[in-house]
């Protein structure tokens, strides 16, 4: 038998597989094979991560965070976590749990034990895919919901265009109509031309200096952004 010390890479019928050798309680040594190097790594250093979280009232874990993935994408509507579950997961980890767990019940996803043809096919889901998106703090989604048409700098050739709003939670606001209005030089832009708050900025100036220092080209294309559904 072949041995090896740490995780050895071998592709097998357009797989990548790691080996290693471990021993048993007898120090019987025998070769493993995982199909990611996080699992080898984890035998020969005999330590992995954790992850709790709960489906209804059930407490589990997993030693993957793709695992975690799994459960929410089979039961979006009783995965949950508690405070002490919370812990267990980096902030990023837990903003990308909250965004898709909300992306999941848009949708209408319910609970389920596997995953078939039929749930893999939803028009929602359809639609937010293809959609472009844009989020907002809660103040601005409501100024849009209140019926406010703002004017934006959308890197599109597109006349015509639906955006899907959301704000910084991942929540699902609304389905917005962005229509082409013209093409200006940043230079020319003027303080009424575009709402620059919208994007984080206090003061035009600082808005026009940013655009005159981005690499993205010297005119903005303006679009009239409306309402067009709420969720």
């Known amino acids: ?15 990548l597989n790691y080996y290693v050798t471990i021993s048993d309680y007898e120090r019987k040594e025998f070769n493993i094979k995982e199909n990611n190097l996080y699992n080898a790594l984890s035998e020969v250093i005999n330590y992995s991560l954790y992850f709790s979280f ?35 997961y980096s902030n990023d980890e837990l903003r990308y749990l909250n965004h898709l767990q909300k992306f999941l019940l848009f949708i209408g996803r319910k609970d389920s034990n596997k995953i078939t043809d039929n ?19 809660d103040e601005k989604c409501k100024e849009l919901l209140n019926g406010k048409n703002i004017y934006l700098n959308l890197y599109s050739n597109k006349e015509n265009l639906d955006i899907i709003l959301l704000n910084k939670e991942g929540d699902i606001i609304g389905l917005l109509n962005a229509t082409f209005i013209e093409n200006k030089k940043i230079n020319n832009l003027k303080e009424n031309d575009i709402n620059y708050d919208f994007y984080g900025y206090d003061n035009f100036i600082s808005f026009k200096e940013s655009l005159q220092n981005s690499f993205l080209g010297e005119t903005v294309n303006i679009y009239k952004v409306i309402l067009k559904e709420k969720y």
Do not use: Q
């Not at 038998?1 to 797989?15: G, R, V």
């Not at 893999?120 to 959609?131: I, M, S, W």
């Open 1 to 15: 038998m072949k041995k090896y010390d740490l995780p050895y890479p071998k592709f097998e019928n357009d797989n």
């Open 54 to 88: 709960n489906i209804g009232e059930k407490h589990c874990h997993e030693h993957e965070f793709d695992y975690v993935i799994k459960n929410l994408y089979l039961y979006p509507k009783s995965f949950n976590l508690n405070d002490v579950d919370k812990k267990c």
């Open 119 to 137: 749930l893999c096919n939803n028009e929602r889901a359809r639609l937010f895919k293809n959609t472009r998106k844009l989020y907002f703090s």
